[in-house]
């Protein structure tokens, strides 16, 4: 199996900033994606930012404030969320689309999630 595993979140005010981290470890060949959503209550999940083959993608709302990092040695992958409005306030999951076994198909791993509160 494969686990996600997030650190970071809590409360901050507006304007503020936070910073997110999940590790993947279990049986794992390779990685071919990793990136962070986040669920608000009474909305669906939407995906904040991704990284795979080398070029990372932001939803519209977080351009410019938010920071996609990956280490790809360590199958870690950060978030830094600069300049916070209370609209981002939501659960955040880690997310990654992982290949167990050289012969394997691609599967889709989630973190728990962690709470992001952005007081007004």
């Known amino acids: 199996q494969v686990q996600l595993v997030e650190s970071g979140g809590g409360l901050v005010q507006a304007g503020g900033s936070l910073r997110l981290s999940c590790a993947a470890s279990?049986?794992?060949?390779?990685?071919?994606?990793m990136g962070w959503y986040r669920q608000a209550p009474g909305k669906e999940r939407e995906r904040v930012a991704i990284s795979s083959g080398g070029s990372t993608d932001y939803a519209d709302s977080v351009k410019g404030r938010f920071t996609i990092s990956r280490d790809n040695a360590k199958n870690t992958v950060s978030l830094q969320m600069n300049s916070l409005k209370p609209e981002d306030t939501a659960v955040y999951f880690c997310?990654?689309?992982?290949?167990?076994?050289?012969?394997?198909?691609?599967?889709?791993?989630w973190g728990q999630g962690t709470q992001v509160t952005v007081s007004s």
């Open positions: 997310y990654a689309r992982v290949r167990r076994r050289s012969y394997s198909r691609l599967e889709d791993y």
């Open positions: 279990g049986s794992i060949f390779s990685i071919n994606a």
